[in-house]
Structure formats: C-alpha cells, structure tokens
C-alpha cells in the first residue's frame, strides 16, 4: 500500500469511528428532541403507536438505549418527533418543524 492510499484509508476508517459513535448516541437526541417540543413520554409513546398501559416504559427503554430501533421503527419515532431520520442520529441535522 502506498503512502497516499494508507492516508486514505486512514481517513475513511477515522470517519466510520465517528458515525458509529453519533449513532449509539441516537436514543438521548430522541430524549432532546421530544423535550424540546415539551412533549411527554405518553404523547410521545402514543405518536410511535404506543396506547397500551407500557407506552410510557416503551418510551424510557427507547430513551435509555434499551430497545433499538429498526429503521422503519427510526422513521415512524422521526414522525411522531416532527424531524427527519437523520436528525435522530445526527445532532446537526435537526430541522423540527
């Protein structure tokens, strides 16, 4: 491998790290963002299609990492939280409407 393709390479994987680390972080922007809207965990739960006696502790597990959403999961939390998909995993690209 060359110097120039070892810098490359280098780069690529440095980027990886960083979506991998914004990613794992995407339960606590989902918390930020349903505060922000001053919206409660019920409200929230009841958004993503959550009416029964657990939609609150639905939407604890979704907020302390404990249930990892599938991305059709992430669409339908992105939805009840008025943001895109990306804006669950990446803090720049909020746009709450």
């Known amino acids: 491998m060359v110097k120039a393709d070892l810098e490359i390479y280098q780069e690529s994987k440095e980027e990886m790290k960083k979506m ?14 349903r505060e922000a809207q001053q919206m409660s965990q019920e409200e929230f739960a009841r958004r993503c299609g959550h009416t029964s006696d657990n939609a609150r502790s639905w939407a604890s597990k979704v907020e302390n990492g404990r249930i990892k959403l599938s991305l059709d999961d992430a669409e339908i939390v992105a939805k009840a939280l008025n943001v895109s998909p990306a804006a669950l995993i990446f803090s720049d690209a909020v746009n709450i409407s």
């Open 20 to 33: 991998i680390e914004r990613s794992q972080h995407y339960s606590l922007r989902i918390k930020e963002l």
